[in-house]
Antibody, heavy 121, light 110 residues
């Protein structure tokens, strides 16, 4: 059974960096068939795919076009986890952030518990 | 504004059959599979239908999905009070090179 456990602060100051971590159990961040994804949800934007990291003989990343200049998703193979870093945040980045496993053919079959992040000055 | 279009609300009485539509374009639903999730308040979305019409183990056969062209739908038969939730469609968009979601449909069981 795959489990994703999120951690990170719930309050981030405007213009600073939002950082969250997703610890994986029951699978490997280095899996050659899964992708490890961040998704957020807010009342104004709904569910929004942010990006993913995945390993296919080497590491790849894909990011949402709207966030490409501010976002980094990185794996940590020693701890079997992956992280989200979103810099220069504004109140518009306030949302519930989820990590999820993307596994063909299921798409997002396992999700973290969600982290409510509020961006405020 | 979500990339995929869903009706904001749907409703039905216990035992009824309801359908929720999802519309996209040739870059997403038209060229990739359609997925459905449901979400109860305060919890993460949960996979309901994958690859257009397949159910993960544990999902009752009261839930069914279909896709045609650039749109698809989720049908729930034998509606039950516990089906009251938010339902989201999703797909991969090859132009955006990312996942895309619908805005969600709030299902009310009257």
């Amino acid at each position: 059974q795959v489990q994703l456990q999120q951690s990170g602060p719930g309050l981030v100051k405007t213009s600073q960096t939002l950082s969250l971590t997703c610890a994986i159990s029951g699978d490997s961040v280095s899996s050659s068939s899964a992708s490890w994804t961040w998704i957020r949800q807010s009342p104004s934007r709904g569910l929004e795919w942010l990006g993913r990291t995945y390993y296919r003989s080497k590491w790849f990343n894909d990011y949402a076009v709207s966030l490409k200049d501010r976002i980094t998703i990185s794996p940590d193979t020693s701890r079997n986890q992956f992280s989200l870093h979103l810099n220069s945040v504004t109140p518009e980045d306030s949302a519930v952030y989820y990590c999820a496993r993307d596994l063909v053919p299921y798409f997002f079959d396992y999700w973290g518990q969600g982290t409510l992040v509020t961006v405020s000055s | 504004q979500s990339v995929l279009t869903q009706p904001p609300s749907a409703s039905g009485t216990p035992g009824q059959r309801v359908t929720i539509s999802c519309s996209g374009n040739s870059s997403n639903i038209g060229s990739d599979a359609l997925y459905w999730f449901h979400q109860l308040p305060g919890t993460a979305p949960k996979l309901l239908i994958y690859r257009n019409d397949r159910r993960p183990s544990g999902v009752p056969d009261r839930f069914s999905g279909s896709k045609s062209g650039t749109s698809g739908s989720l049908a729930i038969s034998g509606l039950r009070s516990e089906d009251e939730a938010d339902y989201y469609c999703a797909s991969w968009d090859k132009s955006l090179h990312g996942g895309v979601f619908g805005g969600g449909t709030k299902l009310t069981v009257l």
